[in-house]
């Protein structure tokens, strides 16, 4: 699924799928719980993920028993605060553990935005994981109720209409900082015109708890 920045995307839910990161889908736990020390596990996991795909040799510390768990996450790289990868998963259907080291892999050789990143680039490229809640449904009447009850910098949003479907990222509420502009580039996104809203369409939210090497 690809994202904004001049791209339209293609949108699915429980395969792979890009961030929505402008600029330029864990263990489902309860909102704002999960222990810091997660993210020192899961980084060097998706670090590691991406030097063997690149044919250097790096180790990393899979004995975590939490990593069995279904979960699901993203992995976004980024490269001097400039976006270079973002694939995840929003529905936790495999191990938490296989989830980021796919999601690791394709982000940094198979987001279709990027060239396949190089071995030259991993010392300038800046991991980031967000560990991802359960999408819960949305009861919305009208666009109207939908912009009332989506919380600014809280909820990432899935948009769903028909075969049309989209996802932004907690993280880009940073760009977008007003629900309705939020709401008119995650239709954009899915394909749709900016002020589109009929009757059918869905939405639903999740939170994420997020880790970057630049903060560990």
Not at 70 to 80: E, N, P, S, W
Request: hydrophobic share 40%; charged share 25%.
């Amino acid at each position: 699924m690809q994202t904004e920045q001049g791209r339209t995307p293609d949108t699915l839910l429980a395969e792979p799928a890009d961030c929505g990161r402008e600029c330029q889908a864990a263990i489902p736990a309860p909102e704002g719980c999960a222990p810091p020390s997660h993210g020192r596990i899961l980084l060097p996991i998706a670090r590691a993920a991406i030097s063997r795909a690149l044919d250097v040799p790096r180790a990393a510390d899979e004995t975590a028993p939490w990593l069995v768990e279904h979960g699901a996450c993203f992995v976004t790289l980024t490269q001097r605060g400039e976006l270079r990868g973002c694939i995840g998963t929003l529905q936790a259907h495999r191990p938490l553990l296989a989830d980021v080291k796919s999601n690791a892999v394709s982000a940094a050789l198979r987001d279709p935005r990027f060239m396949p990143l190089s071995v030259e680039e991993l010392d300038i490229t800046t991991v980031e994981i967000s560990l991802l809640s359960p999408t819960t449904a949305m009861d919305v009447r009208g666009e109207a109720d939908a912009l009332a009850q989506i919380r600014p910098n809280v909820d990432g949003i899935v948009f769903e209409y028909g075969h049309y479907r989209s996802t932004f990222l907690p993280q880009v509420w940073e760009q977008l900082p007003q629900p309705r502009q939020f709401m008119a580039h995650l239709r954009r996104k899915a394909g749709l015109p900016d002020d589109f809203w009929e009757e059918g369409v869905k939405l639903s939210r999740y939170t994420v708890e997020k880790w970057s090497e630049k903060t560990t």
